[in-house]
């Protein structure tokens, strides 16, 4: 069942972005909250302090999980672009492009070869980051929305991907400072309020799009309400995290990724449940 129409949505843009192809349900909802955590989790790994602060193994676990979830979001492109179009291909290369680069630089690393892998790595940035400017394409509302849209829900789940990982990493490496997990922490806290600005600017309105994931996400327009009330719990969960951080015990860090697995699921939850919309049509206000 259709979820959306990729569309033209910029002068600027017209002749650069994918059109008229349409996107299928959950394959479709989960290709774009792939690529955002994906994007979002390389993109602060390897512009952030991180390498000069935690040993390789970290960024070999983090690439492992990385490139695993890097292949589902192609397999998810390749199942949900059902029709071809003359630039249809940009997505797709893009998208093979972002994970090869993700996969080398993880092989890098466990070849032991950090120099060359930190070189492909700051470039798989770039690259996830094309793979979202060509999402941006699928969006029911206008192009620069569309990609705050985007951007903000990388932020929201790359930032409790990475802190949840962090926090698993200091059970291995337990003279490593809080400094790396408080940071991420405050990351994920500007993340919230961005996201729910995300959220809000996605609209209240009915929308038309596939029950297949949940019908709850469409009943009533339900979708934003379910997302504003899961960004708000990752709020919280993230303030939590911060003030058990403040703690003098070693277990605070292992309290602290309890907090984590929760900020996962409801980041998630709450991209799941807007993402519906992003490739929808919207039909008018809510009865």
Sequence with gaps: MRAGRLEAVSESATDRLPRDASVIGVAGVMAVVLAEAVAGATVFLWLSPLW???????????????????????????????????????????????VVATAVWTVLLFARQPAAARVVGLLSVPAWLA???????????SYPLALFQLAAGAGLLGAATDGLLLGHWYLTDRKLPRGPIDRMTTILLVSVVVAAIAVISAGFSGVETSASINPLLTA???????????????????????????????????????FYYLAVVTAFTAEVAVKTRFLASSFGPAG
């Design 131 to 141: 793979v979202l400017v060509w999402m941006g394409g699928a969006g029911h509302q």
């Design 220 to 258: 009533g327009a339900l979708a934003p309400w379910i997302a504003l009330g899961m960004v708000a719990a990752t709020a919280l969960i993230a303030w939590l995290v911060k003030a058990v951080l403040k703690g003098e015990r070693a277990s605070a860090v292992q309290s602290a990724t309890g």
């Design 52 to 98: 000069t602060e935690v040993k390789r193994g970290f960024f070999k676990l983090l690439g492992a999980i990385l490139t695993v979830l890097a292949v589902l979001t192609w397999l998810s492109v390749e199942s949900a672009v059902i029709d071809r179009y003359s630039s249809g291909g940009a997505l797709r290369a893009t998208t093979i492009a972002a």
